[in-house]
C-alpha cells in the first residue's frame, strides 16, 4: 500500500505540478537526416499550434511512475487551463485544474495539495500565457513522424522538465495527436503518461473540474 501511496503522490504531486500548466519552449525534431533551422522552427510552430488548438480533449491513459507501477484512468482537457485526470475505481484519487491550480485529492487520507499551474512541468500544457518556444528544445528522434519537445525552465529548475511527444494525425488539432508526455521534478522523480482513444471538440462543462473536498465535515442538523 505505501507503494502505491509514493506512486500516486510524489510522481503525480510534483510532476503534475510542475508539468502540465507551464507553456514551457519547445522545439521540434525531425528524424533521420538532419534538419534545417527552418524546418525546426516550422515543427515547434506545428507542434505549439497544436497544442493550442485543442478546445476540448477526452483520452484514455496510462500514468507509470519510477518503480514501474502503472495507474489507468480517463482524462479530460478543456482550453485554457482546465485538465481532470479520473483514476479507476481502484485509486481514490483525482487531479484537476480549474485554470488556476493543480490541484491533487487523496480521499484515503483526506488530503488536499494544491500548486499554479505555472509552477507546473505540466505547465506547457496548460497554460496559454506561457510562451513555449522560449523554454524549449526539439529532440532528436528516429520517426518522422514523431515530435518531440522538451520544455524546461533554466531559471526555475524547481518546475522541473516536461517532454511532449505528438505524432502526425491528419484528424487531430493542428495535424499533430499528443501522445504522450514524461514529466520530471526537480528530484528525478519520473512519471510518464500515455494517451490512447483521443477525441476532440467535444461539450464539457466547467463542472467537470470542481471536486468534492475531503476535508469538509458535514454537521448533523438541530
Given amino acids: 500500500m505505501n507503494s502505491l501511496i509514493q506512486l500516486r503522490r510524489k510522481p503525480l504531486a510534483a ?9 514551457l519552449p519547445v522545439t521540434a525534431v525531425l528524424a533521420a537526416a538532419p534538419a534545417s533551422a527552418q524546418s525546426r522552427q516550422d515543427d515547434l510552430d506545428r507542434a505549439v499550434a497544436a497544442l493550442r488548438g485543442i478546445t476540448t480533449m477526452k483520452a484514455d491513459f496510462t500514468q507509470t511512475g519510477r518503480n514501474g507501477q502503472t495507474l489507468r484512468g480517463d482524462l479530460t482537457l478543456k482550453n485554457p487551463g482546465r485538465i481532470r485526470f479520473e483514476y479507476s475505481n481502484d485509486v481514490n484519487m483525482l487531479v484537476v485544474s480549474d485554470g488556476k491550480a493543480l490541484t491533487l485529492i487523496d480521499y484515503d487520507v483526506q488530503q488536499v495539495e494544491a500548486w499554479p499551474i505555472s509552477n507546473s512541468p505540466l505547465g506547457a500544457l496548460l497554460d496559454p500565457n506561457r510562451d513555449v518556444r522560449r523554454f524549449g528544445k526539439l529532440l532528436p528522434t528516429t520517426n518522422r513522424n514523431v515530435i518531440s519537445i522538451e520544455v524546461s525552465d533554466p531559471g526555475r529548475p524547481e518546475y522541473g522538465t516536461m517532454t511532449l511527444v505528438f505524432v502526425r494525425n491528419p484528424s487531430a488539432p493542428g495535424g499533430l495527436q499528443l501522445a504522450s508526455w514524461v514529466a520530471l521534478d526537480a528530484q ?3 512519471t510518464t503518461v500515455r494517451l490512447s482513444n483521443q477525441r476532440y471538440g467535444m461539450a464539457v462543462s466547467n463542472s467537470a473540474f470542481t471536486y468534492r473536498d475531503p476535508r469538509r465535515r458535514t454537521r448533523r442538523p438541530g
Fill in 15 to 23: 510532476a503534475f505540478a510542475a508539468a502540465f500548466a507551464c507553456a
Fill in 188 to 190: 528525478n522523480t519520473r
